[in-house]
T-cell receptor, first 115, second 119 residues
Framework: EAGVVQSPRYKIIEKKQPVAFWCNPISGHNTLYWYLQNLGQGPELLIR????????DSQLPKDRFSAERLKGVDSTLKIQPAELGDSAVYLC?????????????FGPGTRLTVL | AQSVTQLGSHVSVSEGALVLLRCNYS??????LFWYVQYPNQGLQLLLK??????LVKGINGFEAEFKKSETSFHLTKPSAHMSDAAEYFCAVSDLADAGGTSYGKLTFGQGTILTVHP
């Protein structure tokens, strides 16, 4: 069974440019998460989807970040415009449901470098 | 709010030695606790989880962790380290978060501990 797929794996852009990350969760997983992982730190939740609905986007900086999960499967996270401080790894995860005991399965992440 | 503290950002052991990675949690209710491992340039992989059943939890790759409520701890151990265990390890706590009236499990991660294994 394929795991969580993310692309691209690496992205280098100049500040003020837009960038987008794509995630394909494990088949059948209704819940999808986007996390931000800064160097030397643990992941922090940005947004969580139940099917196509964003049920928690309280940590998403909405002035420059946006996300969508059309049809409740694939998801895209966008930053426009990117800032130097956005350099980090962006992780996508999925789980069957959203219960506290449900295991979250993580993709390999997209490492973003903003110059 | 729930939180976890991982004591020691770097731990170094010799191959064959005991591995002990420390995690303490803060929670107002019995928590669910997780240990994840992250190899270089890879995503996080679940090692084990505590969900209020047995307090001693066995995971993959020979790791285990014991939930101790009196000490608010969930330390990760492995009797004999292998070179392939070198990675970064994250402890996480899950609680019921309420977002717009929808409750769900929200993971809060510790800062991570980098494990180095010497030959």
């Amino acid at each position: 069974e394929a795991g969580v797929v993310q692309s691209p794996r690496y992205k280098i852009i100049e500040k003020k440019q837009p960038v987008a990350f794509w995630c394909n969760p494990i088949s059948g997983h209704n819940t999808l998460y986007w996390y931000l992982q800064n160097l030397g730190q643990g992941p922090e939740l940005l947004i969580r989807y139940e099917n196509e609905e964003a049920v928690d986007d309280s940590q998403l900086p909405k002035d420059r970040f946006s996300a969508e999960r059309l049809k409740g499967v694939d998801s895209t996270l966008k930053i426009q415009p990117a800032e130097l401080g956005d350099s980090a790894v962006y992780l996508c995860a999925s789980s069957l449901g959203g219960r506290s005991t449900d295991t979250q399965y993580f993709g390999p992440g997209t490492r973003l470098t903003v110059l | 709010a729930q939180s976890v503290t991982q004591l020691g950002s770097h731990v170094s052991v010799s191959e064959g030695a005991l591995v002990l990675l420390r995690c303490n949690y803060s929670s107002s209710v019995p928590p669910y606790l997780f240990w994840y491992v992250q190899y270089p340039n890879q995503g996080l992989q679940l090692l084990l989880k505590y969900t209020s059943a047995a307090t001693l939890v066995k995971g993959i790759n020979g790791f285990e962790a014991e939930f101790k409520k009196s000490e608010t701890s969930f330390h990760l151990t492995k009797p004999s380290a292998h070179m392939s265990d070198a990675a970064e390890y994250f402890c996480a706590v899950s609680d019921l978060a309420d977002a717009g009236g929808t409750s769900y499990g929200k993971l809060t991660f510790g800062q991570g501990t980098i494990l180095t294994v010497h030959p």
